[in-house]
């Protein structure tokens, strides 16, 4: 299957962001890839806790829901938009990877687990939990003929998740980011190819590159890594755009084949 990871810089302007993500989804189908997935918070990065309260809405109500499910039926791909920020019925605010068929049904949803706690400096501190409530529960999916495990951006750094994954066979694994520069430059392709190396299993990873409304500034630096812990694609800046590679499930049985520590991680 020919995969695409859509890197973007979204801003505050929802209406924007899906329009910049389309073109960049529909410039990647163009090209033949079948499952495409988008960054962390494709249509809304808004920092400000109040603003983003402001313009939140339940998945029923939701612009980016509507639009990116229609788009998976007008391009016939798998779609997985890396989060959405979205109301959930008890009020709270979930970070919620949404994975669209090609017939525009929703087929699965994951919210994000683990969220992003740092003091990268003393003007740049993080603290999600502020502002999001945690998801429960891992979730695989399948995409075609491929098993997909779902995370987001800062569980990338918590390996049991990936170790659950790895015990159920996946053959790929989404990790959909907006990782600060700063964590970036120093841990975004090292934790990445871990990842990929300790599962046997493919890793897509589409994030968010630039220089954002909110202030906020982003790594970029989109990879899709082989079982092997090999980059395939990536690109080397932070600019929008978007990267393409053929996988296929055999080279996820040989990897595991090779060194089958995986079997050892625990359930």
Same mark, same amino acid.
């Given at each position: 299957?020919?995969?695409?990871?859509?890197? &973007?810089?979204?801003?505050?302007?929802?209406?924007?962001?899906?329009?910049?993500?389309?073109?960049?989804?529909?410039?990647?189908?163009?090209?033949?890839?079948?499952?495409?997935? *988008?960054? /962390? &918070?494709?249509?809304?990065? +808004?920092? @400000?806790? *109040?603003?983003?309260?402001?313009?939140?809405?339940? &998945?029923?109500?939701?612009?980016?829901?509507?639009?990116?499910?229609?788009?998976?039926?007008?391009?016939?791909?798998?779609?997985?938009?890396?989060?959405?920020?979205?109301?959930?019925?008890?009020?709270?605010? #979930?970070?919620?990877?949404?994975?669209?068929?090609? @017939?525009?049904?929703?087929?699965? +949803?994951?919210?994000?687990?683990?969220?992003?706690?740092?003091?990268?400096?003393?003007?740049?501190?993080?603290?999600?939990?502020? *502002?999001?409530?945690? %998801?429960?529960?891992?979730?695989?999916?399948?995409?075609?003929?491929?098993?997909?495990?779902?995370?987001?951006?800062? @569980?990338? !750094?918590?390996?049991?998740?990936?170790?659950?994954? #790895?015990?159920?066979?996946?053959?790929?694994?989404?990790? =959909?980011?907006?990782?600060?520069?700063? *964590?970036?430059?120093? $841990?975004? /392709?090292?934790?990445?190819?871990?990842?990929?190396?300790?599962?046997? #299993?493919?890793?897509?990873?589409?994030? +968010?590159?630039? $220089?954002?409304?909110?202030? !906020? !500034?982003?790594?970029? !630096?989109?990879?899709?890594?082989?079982?092997?812990?090999?980059?395939?694609?990536?690109?080397? $800046?932070?600019?929008? %755009?978007?990267?393409?590679? @053929?996988?296929?499930?055999?080279?996820?049985?040989? #990897?595991?084949?090779?060194?089958?520590?995986?079997?050892?991680? =625990?359930?």
């Amino acid at each position: 299957m020919r995969v695409a990871a859509i890197q &973007m810089c979204s801003g505050i302007d929802v209406v924007a962001n899906i329009a910049a993500a389309s073109d960049l989804i529909r410039a990647a189908a163009a090209d033949g890839a079948r499952f495409i997935a *988008t960054p /962390e &918070m494709t249509h809304l990065l +808004q920092k @400000d806790a *109040t603003e983003l309260r402001r313009g939140v809405k339940p &998945m029923a109500e939701d612009e980016g829901v509507t639009a990116f499910a229609a788009l998976a039926v007008e391009l016939d791909i798998h779609l997985l938009i890396g989060s959405l920020a979205i109301l959930r019925d008890d009020g709270k605010i #979930a970070n919620r990877s949404l994975l669209f068929t090609p @017939d525009g049904k929703l087929s699965a +949803q994951y919210d994000k687990i683990h969220l992003f706690e740092a003091a990268i400096s003393k003007s740049e501190n993080y603290r999600e939990s502020d *502002t999001y409530t945690a %998801g429960e529960r891992s979730v695989i999916a399948p995409v075609g003929d491929l098993n997909l495990g779902l995370s987001i951006c800062y @569980d990338v !750094r918590f390996p049991s998740l990936y170790a659950g994954y #790895a015990k159920a066979e996946v053959d790929l694994i989404a990790v =959909p980011a907006a990782f600060t520069v700063a *964590t970036g430059k120093a $841990h975004w /392709e090292t934790l990445l190819r871990a990842r990929a190396i300790e599962t046997g #299993a493919y890793v897509i990873a589409p994030a +968010q590159g630039g $220089h954002h409304a909110d202030g !906020r !500034r982003t790594w970029g !630096r989109s990879l899709i890594v082989d079982p092997w812990g090999e980059v395939l694609e990536k690109l080397d $800046h932070d600019d929008p %755009g978007f990267i393409l590679a @053929d996988i296929d499930r055999a080279a996820v049985t040989k #990897a595991r084949a090779r060194i089958p520590a995986w079997r050892g991680a =625990p359930s």
